[in-house]
């Protein structure tokens, strides 16, 4: 057997078509995007497989039948670092982890409601498919009805460039298919270039003051977990939906200490909401960005770091957590 080389492997990820939450069907490859990776890494199988030593008497040491092992009741986890390229799967991304479609401008609400899609059969429509290609055909690795669980877009005007850079996770309840390779990498979809981040961003604000930043990054979490079992794809043991727990965001934002960012200091320990906003536009709300475009219009500040060992000058962190109230929005987005 030959000796692989880890840029030998692609990745594709694509949403799921149809009804497909929990079916273990290949997806076709014009709806598979090619994820361009630094490093691929293998799916995390270790909470995929229950194995419990258990010691019984009559023997000094463990005998082989004292190991219990199963795959039931078992998830799977899919960790990644990206510099963003491609429009079409950092909206795929947004669009998993906030339930929302992502190729406009969205907001998500404190009213937001739990999605109720996630039940095997069912078309859901914010799960994901991810194949990794292995240059060995025949362990090529597909993890179905797939959800980003968290993902962290962050922006530094040293690390390449300032474009933006997605991290996170993609988490599933159903066990990965291991098998011969069914992607033909010619016949994916085209991805849409996407090479904006902080240079683009002409409007950083804070409570509608411009302020200078040199960094800025926010994660939003949102969490599942299986519910019930059932006989999957021929396999037991496999959940009969998903419930995901509370969306939460939250960020950092590193900007260079001036009037507007001392005063931000009383807001933080009297817990004062406040507004932020990066995008290539300033107009609160989005309606005029074109690219990018974050804002938070309610975050409590959760600590104000000045920084006085910079080269750039001195610079404060102000690392936040969004909020929302009924109709109130969490958050505005767009990147497209």
Same mark, same amino acid.
């Given at each position: 057997?030959a000796?692989?080389s880890?840029?030998?492997?692609? *990745?594709?990820?694509?949403?799921?078509?149809?009804?497909?939450?929990?079916?273990?069907?290949?997806?076709?490859?014009?709806?598979?995007?090619?994820?361009?990776?630094?490093?691929?890494?293998?799916?995390?199988?270790?909470?995929?497989?229950?194995?419990?030593?258990? &010691?019984?008497?009559?023997?000094?040491?463990?005998?082989?039948?004292?190991? !219990?092992s199963?795959?039931?009741?078992?998830?799977?986890?899919?960790s990644?670092?990206?510099? *963003?390229?491609?429009e079409e799967?950092?909206?795929?991304?947004?669009?998993?982890?906030?339930?929302?479609?992502?190729?406009?401008?969205?907001n998500?609400?404190?009213?937001?409601?739990? +999605?109720?899609?996630y039940?095997? =059969?069912?078309?859901?429509a914010?799960?994901?498919?991810?194949?990794?290609?292995?240059?060995?055909a025949?362990?090529?690795?597909?993890?179905?009805?797939a959800?980003?669980t968290?993902?962290?877009?962050?922006?530094?005007?040293?690390?390449? =460039?300032?474009?933006?850079?997605?991290?996170g996770?993609?988490?599933?309840? !159903?066990?990965?298919?291991?098998? $011969?390779?069914?992607v033909?990498?010619?016949?994916?979809a085209?991805?849409?270039?996407f090479?904006?981040?902080?240079?683009?961003?002409?409007a950083?604000?804070?409570? $509608?003051?411009?302020?200078? #930043?040199? +960094?800025?990054?926010?994660?939003?979490s949102? &969490?599942a977990?299986?519910v019930?079992?059932?006989?999957?794809?021929s396999?037991?043991?496999?959940?009969?939906?998903?419930?995901?727990?509370?969306?939460e965001?939250t960020?950092?934002?590193?900007?260079?200490?001036?009037?507007?960012?001392v005063?931000?200091q009383?807001?933080?320990?009297a817990?004062?909401?406040?507004?932020i906003?990066?995008?290539?536009?300033g $107009?609160?709300?989005? =309606?005029?960005?074109?690219?990018?475009?974050?804002?938070?219009?309610t975050?409590?500040?959760?600590?104000?770091?000045?920084d006085?060992?910079?080269?750039?000058?001195v610079?404060?962190?102000?690392?936040?957590? #969004?909020?929302?109230?009924g #109709?109130?929005?969490?958050?505005?987005?767009?990147l497209?």
């Open positions: 057997m000796t692989y880890g840029n030998q492997f692609l *990745v594709y990820v694509g949403l799921h078509d149809a009804v497909n939450f929990g079916i273990e069907t290949q997806e076709a490859d014009a709806s598979l995007h090619r994820w361009n990776l630094d490093t691929v890494n293998d799916i995390d199988f270790s909470a995929g497989v229950i194995q419990e030593f258990i &010691p019984r008497t009559g023997q000094k040491v463990l005998r082989e039948e004292d190991l !219990f199963t795959r039931n009741g078992g998830t799977y986890s899919w990644f670092d990206w510099l *963003v390229d491609s799967i950092l909206q795929f991304l947004v669009k998993s982890s906030v339930e929302a479609t992502a190729t406009s401008l969205i998500v609400t404190g009213a937001a409601t739990h +999605a109720t899609d039940v095997v =059969g069912a078309s859901s914010n799960t994901l498919q991810l194949c990794i290609v292995n240059p060995d025949s362990e090529t690795r597909v993890m179905h009805s959800v980003v968290e993902l962290t877009l962050s922006m530094d005007a040293g690390t390449n =460039g300032g474009r933006l850079r997605a991290s996770t993609l988490w599933s309840g !159903f066990r990965p298919k291991v098998d $011969t390779n069914a033909t990498d010619g016949s994916t085209d991805n849409t270039a090479n904006i981040g902080l240079f683009d961003c002409h950083i604000e804070i409570a $509608t003051t411009q302020v200078t #930043a040199k +960094a800025f990054s926010f994660t939003i949102h &969490p977990a299986r019930g079992f059932a006989v999957a794809n396999n037991d043991g496999e959940p009969q939906e998903y419930i995901r727990d509370r969306l965001i960020g950092s934002l590193n900007v260079k200490m001036d009037d507007t960012v005063a931000q009383p807001f933080w320990l817990g004062t909401s406040k507004a906003l990066v995008g290539d536009d $107009t609160s709300q989005g =309606g005029s960005a074109s690219k990018i475009f974050f804002e938070f219009p975050v409590k500040y959760t600590g104000h770091n000045v006085l060992a910079s080269e750039e000058g610079f404060v962190e102000l690392p936040f957590t #969004a909020t929302a109230t #109709a109130g929005k969490l958050m505005y987005l767009l497209t």
